[in-house]
């Protein structure tokens, strides 16, 4: 939780909280004047719950517009850039949710979603999204069929490539939900999106996550029912079980690869790397 985590205060137009998983959060607008209201707190919030990275702007657009290509350069751009790279790296599939808010449309609803057209998160990224609010009754649509004009920033356009597994969606939130004592169902349609997304891509999470995630692990492993066991045991890490690996011509190579005993965490780390590219296929077809 966010109390186990530094948070990063700069003089320099931001504040960050570095995440847990592959998901970050942006607050491009959440300082006033002229500010979209809540929003900063809703990203924290988010943040907070689900363990996400989160990078809110303490300095007002009417300074800096973040949203702008004219911004690239600003500390909180190449923040947000570096560390979605870096998560990108490390797990291989990434999502910025970036929070916004537009005044409420008659008629209109709850969430916006932009993504350039489509442009900017893969099919299944942006279903996954619409689905989590709908799963809680809350109105949301692409803003390229509602509004054109809210179809998604330089933010979310400059920063994605889903077809290298980096999805960007930036989320306008109707003013109705972000006025005090309000907003609760918002944050609550955001953490399952997270939650969904983080396991719609179990098999690419990297291996120094699946190290903490093994935390407490007796050694030695000696087998290799028992190692491929561990790495599917919570359900969150990866799904690799013995049925993952049934017909495939691997099996006989993988446990021929694998040098057991593994006798501690090190050499886990290093046994994984071995047959890592195997386990993601497998994992991916099975």
């Known amino acids: 939780m966010v109390s186990a985590r530094s948070i990063q205060d700069s003089i320099q137009g ?3 909280l570095r995440g847990r998983n592959n998901v970050l959060l942006s ?5 006033g004047p002229s500010a979209d209201n809540f929003t900063g707190e809703i990203a924290f919030k988010v943040a907070e719950i689900t363990d996400s990275g989160m990078i809110a702007s303490t300095l007002s657009r009417e300074k800096l517009d973040y949203n702008h290509s004219l911004s690239r350069n600003a500390p909180y751009r190449q923040l947000m850039k570096e560390e979605l790279f870096r998560l990108h790296r490390r797990y291989g599939e990434v999502l910025l949710l970036d929070i916004h808010g ?8 709850s969430i916006y979603l932009g993504t350039q057209f489509g442009k900017t998160a893969s099919p299944t990224v942006i279903d996954l999204v619409l689905e989590a609010f709908w799963s809680i009754d809350v109105d949301a649509t692409l803003a390229s069929l509602a509004d054109p004009a809210l179809i998604g920033g330089d ?6 490539d889903p077809r290298e597994g980096r999805h960007a969606i930036q989320i306008e939130i109707d003013q109705r939900h972000r006025k005090v004592g309000s907003g ?3 944050v609550k349609g955001l953490v399952i ?5 983080e396991e719609s891509f179990p098999s690419l999470i990297g291996l120094s996550a699946i190290l903490r995630r093994l935390k407490g692990v007796h050694y030695p492993i000696k087998s290799l029912e028992t190692f491929l066991g561990l790495l599917s045991r919570d359900g969150k890490t990866i799904p690799v079980t013995k049925k993952a690996f049934i017909g495939l011509t ?3 190579d993988l446990m021929d690869t694998i040098s057991f005993p593994v006798l501690s965490p090190k050499e886990l780390m290093r046994e994984l790397g071995r047959i890592w590219s195997t386990i993601r296929e497998s994992s991916k077809a099975s």
């Open 14 to 16: 931001y504040i960050f």
């Open 184 to 186: 609760e169902e918002i």
């Open 27 to 31: 607050a491009p607008h959440a300082q």
């Open 155 to 160: 933010i979310v356009g400059s920063l994605s």
């Open 250 to 252: 691997t099996l006989a």
């Open 102 to 109: 537009v005044a409420t449309r008659p008629g209109g609803p």
């Open 193 to 197: 999106a997270i939650k969904r997304f």
